[in-house]
């Protein structure tokens, strides 16, 4: 006979794959829209677990009750955080909305890579230096120019 898994193992796996899968999302994916919505189903997860750890199975809601003993009750602080949570994490969520529809106007695109190519080159040139065209190593490897008003700069040396 096969035997079930409890019902509170299957909504922590449940919680932890949540979590997981919106990690993976934000980690590996190249448009910025699909990291927010991968952000949010982290966020999910993470809540889905705050309830399930103050969360007692043979319990009741916390609410007065005309029984003759008092019954034990379900512990109401994570469910206020997790409350707290969902109405910051919505108003997050409307914040980095509104800034990805912004840069979708401004650069035409909500690649991860093109738009950061695009704010490096403005970097550079609001910064009055030459910027680094180098495509062979990734972004984070790139030499950065120096600085106007720097030593470095002042002596004329390129990176």
Known sequence: MIALPSMDLILYATALGLITIGLAGVVLSRHL??????LVIAEAGANLFLVLAGYRWDAVAPIFTHL??????????????????????????ALAVSILIRIRQYYGTLERGVVAERMDAEIAASAG?????SQEGPLGERPLPPLPGSPAHARGIEP
């Open 33 to 38: 829209f699909r990291m927010v919505l991968a």
């Open 68 to 93: 003759g003993k008092q019954p034990s009750m379900v512990d109401p602080i994570p469910q206020a955080m997790v409350l707290t949570a969902i109405v910051i994490g919505v108003g997050v969520q």
């Open 129 to 133: 230096t030459r910027r680094d065209v």
